[in-house]
């Protein structure tokens, strides 16, 4: 399946060609080419583990300002003194339900990458391009991935945690990244191939055996690029789905990524996908997301600019799921702001539609 492999070039040619036509990518002379995780130098890996990590001792911003009322989010207080890590998952915990099942799903994880490489460079010195993972290449082994065999203390993610330690990671360049929600602990791990069974009767899971590799095969990721043109509602829905490929990256991962409480938690800690952007892996398989959504973008002029999505998550029913997988009314716009709790500019949706129209600039290899 070369498509997905990192030698696409008829696909990079169209992404720039497109940049050179449109007006407002005069901002954008040089697109920066996102690459897959293994076609990083060893010294590149370093950098972008040293900046997460840089993220990670630097003091909590006062600009954080969460908008969402604590009933809805579910989630602790701001723990002023956590990093300025913290501040960045807590706007992904504050948002949870304003950016899944919603149409600010594709859009806000493409700001939330672009905002984190951002700070990497302008406050950790980071001078490298976001890479990102593509999972579908691990999918028929993801236990044994090279990514989570890289021990190195420097250039390593690090492997899978420790059973008799939490499943706190213990090696690799991630053994000592603590984090402050739900409660202070080091980033967990744990690989689960069968996360789904312990779902019964919540509506958007449907097949509690399948495993979690099973939907994000490089014929599953074939079929999201090759889906109907024009058709976003569609494509998120297929994306986004209970046992889709988005969530069963998170859940076969297991421990931060999935959203589960440590063992410190307190015993009212309900597990959720707001704790999920601990784990700096995750930025690299939002960016693997964002890869498919650029890659159908590039696949028929119809979908470029195809966007439909309401504001509203309804995960209410089986019947509300299908009705409104990507969300209700009021429905969201080109022009609709995208959410950032004080912490970055904020810019709306029709501005990160194009990854090199501006206040975006970057292409996938």
């Not at 495993?211 to 058709?231: C, H, I, M, Q």
Request: one cysteine or more.
């Amino acid at each position: 399946m070369r498509w997905f492999s990192l030698s696409l070039p008829s696909s990079l040619t169209l992404a720039l060609s497109l940049f050179a036509l449109t007006a407002d990518a005069a901002t954008c002379t040089r697109p920066a080419v996102r690459r897959e995780w293994r076609k990083l130098s060893v010294a590149q890996r370093a950098e972008w583990i040293a900046a997460m990590n840089c993220l990670a001792r630097l003091p909590h911003d006062d600009a954080l300002a969460p908008i969402v009322d604590p009933s809805v989010s579910n989630i602790s207080p701001v723990n002023t003194s956590g990093s300025y890590w913290d501040d960045i998952v807590y706007i992904h915990m504050d948002l949870n339900t304003r950016i899944h099942n919603t149409g600010l799903f594709f859009p806000f994880h493409r700001f939330y990458v672009q905002a984190v490489e951002t700070a990497m460079k302008e406050r950790c010195g980071f001078t490298g391009v976001f890479p990102y993972w593509d999972w579908s290449i691990d999918a028929h082994d993801v236990k044994n991935s090279p990514l989570f065999r890289d021990t190195n203390p420097i250039s390593g993610l690090g492997g899978w945690g420790d059973p008799a330690k939490d499943i706190q990671v213990q090696d690799g360049g991630f053994r000592h990244f603590e984090v402050a929600y739900p409660v202070p602990h080091v980033i967990r791990r744990n690989f689960t191939l069968q996360p789904f069974l312990p779902f019964d009767g919540v509506p958007v899971f449907t097949n509690l055996t399948q495993y979690a590799n099973e939907s994000f095969t490089p014929a599953e990721v074939r079929k999201l690029v090759d889906w109907a043109p024009g058709d976003f509602v569609g494509f998120q829905a297929y994306m986004e789905r209970g046992e889709g490929p988005h969530s069963s990256v998170h859940f076969i991962l297991g421990g931060d990524l999935s959203g589960a409480c440590p063992a410190n938690a307190p015993a009212g800690c309900f597990p959720q996908p707001t704790y999920s952007a601990n784990e700096p892996v995750f930025f690299l398989h939002h960016a693997m997301v964002d890869k498919i959504w650029y890659d159908w973008q590039m696949e028929n002029p119809a979908n470029f600019w195809a966007y439909k999505g309401g504001s509203v998550q309804n995960l209410t029913s089986l019947e509300a799921v299908k009705d409104w997988p990507n969300g209700m009314a009021p429905f969201l716009h080109l022009d609709s702001s995208i959410p950032a709790d004080g912490m970055f500019p904020q810019v709306t949706i029709g501005d990160v539609m194009n990854t090199t129209g501006g206040y975006l600039c970057y292409v996938y290899e």
